[in-house]
């Protein structure tokens, strides 16, 4: 298409890529936390997301590569038109509205487009994520896009939400036998046997607080915070 940039751009790869990964995360990780993709239920979620976000794609290729609505090089506005009696006029001198780039007359609300570097048919704007600009003939499918777009994000934080707390109380039990095998530790074990059995327990290495620091610090409490080392002890025991 003349006087457009290439299709393929990063705004562009970003968005596929962002649909992409909202889809993988909704229908691979979230629906089979939640519901699992062997169910009824998890099946239809998963088809109901599927086909949003293949209309998301589909609209989304069709505002990307439709023409936004170009100027006829012979539009001449008709100023005598009983149909169309409202016509655009320059603020200073009040003539018709020229494009001097294009070198044709511009009709109501139709814009010269930097980017595309030609006049746009009733120009909303140029979207970078589009890399096409907003117009006459793809206003509605650019509405479209954005309309499912916000839709499957809606749809897919619910979905997420739900996986997320299904599988919570899951996360929470295996948190629970990790703790339970970590008692195994030698003082936490005892600790926890004195507590089951409603003994006071006291731990074998805790010398109390004053001489706990001094077998970590050293005896003479002025170096404690010195940077040298000398440990009290052969850290055998």
């Not at 909202?22 to 629906?31: C, E, G, K, P, S």
């Not at 936490?188 to 003994?199: I, P, S, T």
Request: net charge positive; glycine share 8%.
């Amino acid at each position: 298409m003349a006087g457009r940039p290439g299709y393929v751009t990063v705004p562009i790869l970003a968005v596929l890529a962002a649909i992409g990964y909202v889809y993988y995360t909704a229908v691979f990780l979230a629906i089979p936390a939640w519901l699992g993709l062997a169910t009824a239920a998890g099946v239809a979620n998963a088809v109901a997301f599927t086909a949003l976000a293949a209309a998301c794609v589909a609209t989304y290729a069709v505002a990307v590569s439709r023409d936004p609505g170009r100027v006829p090089p012979a539009f001449v506005p008709d100023v005598e038109d009983a149909e169309s009696p409202i016509h655009e006029i320059k603020r200073k001198g009040g003539d018709l509205r020229y494009c001097q780039k294009c070198s044709h007359y511009k009709p109501p609300r139709a814009h010269h487009c930097r980017v595309c570097k030609r006049c746009v048919l009733r120009m909303d704007h140029h979207c970078i994520w589009i890399n096409n600009c907003v117009g006459h003939e793809n206003y509605k499918i650019f509405l479209v896009f954005v309309l499912y777009a916000v839709i499957a994000s809606l749809y897919s934080l619910v979905l997420i939400i739900g996986g997320a707390v299904h599988s919570l109380p899951k996360n929470e039990q295996l948190g629970s036998d990790s703790s339970r095998t970590s008692i195994y530790h030698e003082g936490v074990r005892a600790m926890w046997l004195a507590e089951k059995a409603g003994n006071l327990y006291h731990h074998p290495y805790d010398l109390g607080v004053y001489e706990n620091l001094v077998s970590v610090l050293g005896p003479n409490v002025f170096c404690w915070l010195c940077p040298i080392s000398r440990n009290t002890g052969n850290g055998y025991g």
